[in-house]
């Protein structure tokens, strides 16, 4: 149980392109997902919280119009990199937690790398 | 807000030995500290966590400990096999409603046969 689906798993795009990754829960619903970011041999860095209904919260310094996410089910979240230029290039991961107080466990999806060109 | 420090940033130990990870947190809020495990290119799998009412947790050979006072808490791998090899992240999260990680900045374990 407890698994999340990331796609796509690796993405190559021009500059200027925008890009939609989803991330799902496929057994279980998830009313609170995450996206995180991360560079080569680095550590995960939340870019922003996602709340099924409402609107993310997105971290410091983090550009909400940048990074578009919308959590329109409890099992869906997406997040689109708007106007992707090389600096954008990295691995995004999403995780999903599972409704209920004290459920703090966050299951992770497998990643999506994004080359930006 | 809560900052997480993880050492050793790298770590190489005999195969059979046993590895030790060390973090320190920062918000003494913070009740929930999991431990997970990332091979390369892979994602992170959580592999023990701990809460704040509870001072040690064992499974098989990994166990983690908790210093609430002192705001450490480590991870205890023993008897280490060559599949122990990837990097692991200690986390910190904070009571219900603040639920967010803060990730250590990782430390890469190699098995050496």
């Given at each position: 149980g407890a698994v999340v689906s990331q796609h796509p798993s690796r993405v190559i795009c021009k500059s200027g392109t925008s890009v939609k990754i989803e991330c799902r829960s496929l057994d279980f619903q998830a009313t609170t997902m995450f996206w995180y970011r991360q560079f080569p041999k680095q550590s995960l860095m939340l870019m922003a919280t996602s709340n099924e209904g409402s609107k993310a919260t997105y971290e410091q310094g983090v550009e909400k119009d940048k990074f578009l996410i919308n959590h329109a089910s409890l099992t869906l979240s997406t997040l689109t990199v708007t106007s992707a230029h090389p600096e954008d290039s990295s691995f995004y991961i999403c995780s999903a937690r599972p409704g209920?107080?004290?459920?703090?466990i966050q299951y992770f999806g497998a990643g999506t790398r994004l080359s930006v060109l | 807000g809560e900052n997480v420090e993880q050492h050793p940033s790298t770590l190489s130990v005999q195969e059979g030995d046993s590895a030790v990870i060390k973090c320190t947190y920062s918000d003494s809020a913070s009740n929930y500290f999991p431990w997970y495990k990332q091979e390369l290119g892979k994602r992170p799998q959580l592999i023990i966590d701990i809460r704040s009412n509870v001072g040690e947790k064992k499974d098989q050979r990994i166990a983690v400990t908790l210093n609430k006072t002192a705001k450490h808490f480590s991870l205890h791998i023993t008897e280490t096999q060559p599949e122990d090899s990837a990097v692991y992240f200690c986390a910190a999260s904070g009571p219900f409603g603040n639920e967010k990680l803060t990730f250590g900045t990782g430390t890469r374990l190699t098995i050496i046969p």
């Open positions: 209920g107080r004290g459920g703090h | -």
